[in-house]
């Protein structure tokens, strides 16, 4: 790992115009690969070469890495700043290294914020509301002790500073409608109205957790509540009555430098890109095996049977750091384009979570109407293979909530798959999958229990043999697919993004 290590050190401090640094210095003897030789890359060759007990064998030695996480985090992690992230990073770069010069390599290092919380309390009146949780990102409280104050209602959606109480005592905690604004400006409006604490209820059914997105020198401990747990505040709020809280959270949030892996076929269209991305890092909370541990791994997978092949159109697999924390590494790399190397992509495929327990065969619902064009041309590549092999598939909504959002943004069409996250699965969804309706499609989404025992393999098996299929098509031809003409795009704007990555802004 020192290899990898002292690269991402060096990088630190690069040029910001050197978008991809290379991972090793290539020697004289590695020239550009004669494919020539290779037969040409077919969907039905690279769909057969993927088997389950491989994926499985991977998924075996990621959990491995994530043990590394244990002496800092006292429980397995691949969170971006622990060693089970960078013991990730170096089991992808090394993997891909030892398959020759079939691909160049590059990475990509930028600072990161990173946050973990390890434990929060809060009571409001004589009661702990019972769906309390702390935002992501939330700095601790004062001294991390506890702090108490009086709890007082915020006006409107507590956006403005005009929504704030003036006259408050000396210590008090914000109760502030969700809507409007992101956490992260309601926590900063809160700390700058003096409050102590920040407590966020739900303006809709169902508990809340998000993030507070970048630091801000005004954030303070932030909660978030349910709609339901809150109505017994606001009754007696509204009513003059005085509810003494206290609340308490331990937390850090700290930058840490971390790494994108970007590994290019060196044969095919350099002009014309397929590109495909999985994110390397888990969340704090444990190993995150199925996510993303299963998009990752199945790339890797992929890449490693492609070189077997010839292409015609380059094949570009990139690894993202920081998605758990919003995106942060796919953000990032779309940022550093050239409007010349963005157009090279022709499209751009997201792989996160492919093996959820209570799975359903989920597609973006990525409409050409309101996404660059191409991207619904993608959706319907998923949807012909499902339906060519008889098996039933949904629609998801293509909100925001993984690596896909940046290249969308600036005009590079997209898509993917999925098998579903903290949603419930619906009678209906049941009958079509199998599975338990009403409970999550991964039980353990987020949690310690997200090991490999928390893989469904056969769709594990199957959703790679559709991203198989989807980079087989597009590396052998465009023919049909919209050409590249801008990086950018008129989006029909349906209100503000509750979504930047898995946990929700506002």
Known sequence: MARLLSLIALSAVASASQIQQPLHESSSSQTAINTNSKPLVSTEAIQADIKSKNLLKRAKKLFEIAQLGVD???????????????????????????????????????????????????????????????????????????????????????????????????????????????????????????????????????SLSGTLGQPDKHHIATFGISHKDAQEYLQDLKAGKNITSSAYIDAIVRNTGTTNIIAQTKGGDQENCVMLGGHSDSVSEGPGINDDGTGSLTLLEIATHLTKYSVNNCVRFAWWAGEEEGLLGSDYYVSQLTESENLKIRLFMDYDMLASPNYAYQVYNATDAANPVGSEELRDLYTDWYEAHGLNYTYIPFDGRSDYDAFIKNGIPGGGIATGAEGVKTKEEEEMFGGTAGQWFDPCYHQLCDTVDNLALEAWELNTKLVAHSVATYAVSFKGFPKRTSVKYSAIEDGPTRFHGPKLVM
Request: proline share 5%.
């Open 72 to 206: 800092e985090y006292n429980h397995p992690t691949r969170v971006i700043g622990s060693e089970g992230h960078l013991g990730t990073l170096e089991y992808i770069y090394s993997t891909l290294d030892a398959l020759g010069d079939y691909y160049t390599l590059s990475n990509q290092t930028f600072n990161a914020v990173v946050g973990n919380v390890f434990e929060y309390r809060l009571v409001l009146g004589d009661k702990e509301p019972e769906s309390t949780q702390a935002m992501s990102l939330t700095p601790p409280t004062p001294n991390k002790d506890v702090v108490f104050g009086q709890l007082l209602f915020v006006e409107n959606e507590g956006c403005h500073a005009s929504d704030y109480p003036t006259d408050t005592p000396d210590k008090w905690i914000a109760f502030i409608r969700r809507g409007s604004c992101s956490f992260g400006h309601k926590s900063a409006a809160a700390g700058k109205a003096g409050a102590v604490a920040a407590v966020v209820y739900n303006n809709e059914k169902g």
